[in-house]
């Protein structure tokens, strides 16, 4: 399975890069929403890219499944 690719990017006052989950294809938005609930989050929007590469190497594992 391809993984959607998310580029990081920095923000003033972030301690670390960012990702833009938005950008993600609906199903993989859900995913990734579901594994972050419960997390901190540094913005109502973006990410921390760290999480993403969590993310993906939980899929890759096949931990989470994408339907």
Known sequence: ME???LEEFRMV??????????E??????????EFMRGQSVPHPVYMY???WNSF??????GDIKID
């Open 13 to 22: 006052g972030a301690a670390f890069p960012l990702v833009d989950p938005p």
């Open 24 to 33: 993600l294809p609906p199903k993989w938005g859900r995913s990734f929403d």
């Open 56 to 61: 993906c190497v939980r899929v890759k594992q």
């Open 49 to 51: 890219a760290h999480d």
């Open 3 to 5: 993984l959607p690719y």
